[in-house]
Each structure stands twice: as C-alpha cells, then as structure tokens.
C-alpha cells in the first residue's frame, strides 16, 4: 500500500518534507516576489539534459545535473539581465533542448531505464538519510545567506533601482538568487521530481504574497504551506496508493485554487 516501507521509513519521509519545506519556502518566496518563475522552470527543464548526460556518459546523476543547471542558470540570468526584449524566446529554446538532450541521450543508452520517471515527478521509496543532509546544507547556506544579507535582498527584491543607487551589486544578488533555484531545484529531484519541484517553489508564494506584507514572514508561511503539503499529499498517495510527488503537487495547486476562489467570492461579496 502506496510508497512507505515502516515506520522508521516514514520518519525519514518526514524529515526529508520538512527540509525541503525549508528551501522551497525561501527560495520559491525569491522566485515569485522577483518574477522568476519562468527562468525556475527553464532550469528545472533544461536540467534533464544532465540526466540523460548521466546515464549515456555513466557519470553520477547529481554532479551532472547540478552542473547543467548550474550553466543553464547563468545563462539564463545573463539572458534575462542583457537581452530582456527577447528572454522568453531564449528561455523557452534553453528549456527545449535540454529536455531533448535529456530524451535523446537516455534513448541511446542501453539498458532499462525504468527509474528515470523519478527524476522527472519524484518518489518517496529514493530517498537515503544521506539525502537529508544534503537538503539540510543547503537549508543552512540558504538562511545565512538570508540572514545576513536581509537588507540587500529585500531593496533588490522589491525596488532594484533603488539597490543600484545604493551601491549594491544587483546582478550578484539576481545570479544568487538563480543558482539557489538550480540548487533546490536538484537536491530535490528525487524526492519532487524536476517538473513537479517548480510548483512547490510558486504556489505557496502566489497564495500568501497578497495578503502578507514582508518579505520575512513570507519566507516562514511558505515553508509552513509547503511542509502542510508535503504532508497531505504524502498521506494521501498512502491512503488511495497514488506516486507521492504528483499527489503532493494536486493537493498544492488544488488548494491554490480554492483559496482564489474564496478570496474572489469574499472580494465581491464582502
């Protein structure tokens, strides 16, 4: 019945959900409050292309995805900073090829390939404890980073032409903020899946950025939301025997759904 093994696996599951709370909290908060959400999923996408170098080359999957969307994202910041007129059409072409590199490549591979569909949408049964430190150091990097530079991120969040008279380096800030999403994005590809990652990181932001005020305390709504996500969603891929990480993802954006609805309904009525 569904993905969980025992007990001492489901802890680990849980555990697992709420690290990854964490980052999808503070980074999916950067994405949508810079409008990123697009280059997000031009990383995600384009780093299939580093699957696929993987298994074709025999190469470890995290170093070779990490890399391709490690490259995908400076290209894509330097994209959305230098040519913004045409970004999207750049940022649509980078997402299309890695994703062909990706199939092509694990087409010409032999053998079976049955647990490449994880990598895309994710599964509980990947997870190791090694997993959890790896999520957990990269909660770490991402709150000190957070931590100290609070005051330069909000001005280049939220008035970027105020940040550059201000003397700070905004393009540093902006390519942080991109190679943080690439990080997320892969440490958690076994756990989401690559696709199913970039709902995590916009959903909950989209929810609360209306109706909560600071840049702060969206940062701990959202991880909250994500980790009551991970959660239903979990239990209920257990209980109807459903894959955890596209059940997660429907309990996020149909909860998105309902909440606009109330608030719209609210809105003309109240």
Known sequence: MAEFIDISYLKLVVA????????CGIVGT????????????????AAYGGVGISFYFGL????????????????LGFTGIRVRHRSDAIIGAIWATGMSIGVIL?????????DVMSYLFGSVITILPSDLLIIGLLDLILILWITIFYREILAVSYDPEFATIAGI???????SMLF????TIVVLMRFVGLILVIALLSIPPCMVEPIVPSLGRMFFVCTF??????????LTSLWFNFQAGPTI????????ILAELVRRISKNYG
Do not use: D, E, K, Q
Not at 16 to 23: D, E, P, Q
Not at 170 to 175: G, P
């Open 16 to 23: 697992a959900a709420f690290l990854a709370s964490i980052a």
């Open 30 to 45: 950067l994405v949508v409050v810079n409008r990123m959400v697009f280059l997000a999923g031009g990383i995600a996408h």
């Open 60 to 75: 470890p999957m995290f170093p070779s995805v990490l890399g391709i969307a490690a490259v995908s994202s400076g290209v």
């Open 106 to 114: 694990i087409n010409m591979t032999p053998g079976y390939h049955g």
């Open 169 to 175: 380096h905004v393009s540093t800030f902006y390519y």
């Open 180 to 183: 943080f999403c690439a990080g």
């Open 225 to 234: 939301l994500n980790f009551c996500f991970f959660i239903a969603g979990l």
């Open 249 to 256: 993802i429907l309990v996020a954006s149909g909860t998105f």
